[in-house]
């Protein structure tokens, strides 16, 4: 695509200044009705934020054979989990979609064929978080799928197409979790004070220490980087999301990290701001 394409497709979003891109832990679903330090760190984020025109958020909830961003005007808050109470299934999460946004971000990116979806709507992995950002619900939000037949380097690069939609202030969220292995999680250990076994905080600390040297391809390269990697992303999912903030780091840019704790042994709550 080349730039007076680009132009004439974004003209319904303007130019602003360029967005921070986040990356936000989202750990368990009873953080949209908690009042905890976590929460508190998305709440303080929102109040620091400048109001986009809208979020694209790539969600670990969400892996589709295949890539799709979400194009209906009013998605669905889905509850994407069980055995939580009631009061949780009860939140709904009424932003507006953007068919405009689906649209032109099909449209930007040349990797590979997006596809346009009216079914899904906004599962946990965006509205347990973006709700705190942005408590109102009148941000428009998408999407996007994490297509789970593809090799990390493939959503790294995916995500490079996306750059300029950061002068269109649009804000690029990923949500997951840096460490999760819900196999080992400490259970007893979830509400007290904060705990990682030493793999996770090694794999967590090795993981922020490239994210500040710029070693993208290390973490990109997850599964070469020894034991501690292996346990803290059992599965890739989770993790992805991580690759599609960094890859829309400049180099001038700054990276600040906030709810930089471990979770029941086996989780990290870390999330970072790219600004």
Same mark, same amino acid.
């Given at each position: 695509?080349?730039?007076?394409?680009?132009?004439?497709?974004?003209?319904? %979003?303007?130019?602003?200044?360029?967005?921070? $891109?986040?990356? #936000?832990?989202?750990?368990?679903?009873?953080?949209? &009705?908690?009042?905890n330090e976590f929460v508190k760190g998305f709440r303080n984020l929102g109040e620091e934020l400048e109001r986009p025109h809208a979020i694209l958020c790539v969600s670990a909830h969400w892996e589709t054979k295949g890539t799709y961003v979400t194009a209906m005007d009013h998605p669905q808050t889905i509850h994407d989990f069980g055995g939580f109470p009631q009061a949780l299934?009860?939140?709904?999460?009424?932003?507006?979609?953007?068919?405009?946004?689906?649209?032109?971000?099909k449209d930007l990116i040349t990797k590979?064929?997006?596809?346009?979806?009216?079914?899904?709507? %906004?599962?946990?992995?965006?509205?347990?978080? $973006?709700?705190? #950002?942005?408590p109102i619900a009148d941000?428009?939000? &998408?999407?996007?799928?994490?297509?789970?037949?593809?090799?990390?380097?493939?959503?790294?690069?995916?995500?490079?197409?996306?750059?300029?939609?950061?002068?269109?202030?649009?804000?690029?969220?990923g949500s997951g979790n840096m460490v999760h292995n819900l196999r080992m999680v400490a259970w007893d250990k979830v509400n007290g004070e904060p705990y990682g076994y030493d793999w996770a905080i090694e794999a967590n600390e090795k993981?922020?220490?490239?994210?500040?040297?710029?070693?993208?391809?290390?973490?990109?390269?997850?599964?070469?980087?020894?034991?501690?990697?292996? %346990?803290?992303i059992p599965t890739p999912e989770h993790y992805l999301p991580l690759l599609y903030a960094i890859a829309l780091k400049e180099?001038?840019?700054?990276?600040?990290?906030?709810?930089d704790a471990p979770l029941g042994g086996s989780l990290s709550m870390t999330s970072l701001k790219i600004h």
């Open positions: 695509m080349n730039l007076r394409d680009f132009h004439k497709m974004t003209t319904h %979003l303007g130019n602003t200044g360029k967005m921070p $891109v986040l990356f #936000l832990g989202h750990g368990s679903p009873m953080n949209a &009705i908690e009042d299934y009860d939140v709904q999460y009424p932003a507006p979609g953007s068919p405009e946004l689906a649209k032109t971000t590979t064929e997006v596809g346009l979806d009216y079914q899904w709507g %906004l599962d946990h992995g965006s509205w347990s978080v $973006v709700k705190h #950002l942005y941000v428009p939000i &998408i999407q996007m799928s994490l297509d789970y037949t593809k090799p990390p380097l493939y959503h790294y690069e995916l995500a490079l197409e996306l750059a300029a939609l950061r002068n269109k202030g649009i804000l690029i969220v993981m922020k220490a490239f994210i500040l040297e710029n070693n993208h391809s290390s973490l990109i390269d997850f599964r070469s980087q020894g034991k501690a990697f292996d %346990l803290a180099k001038n840019e700054d990276v600040s990290f906030f709810n």
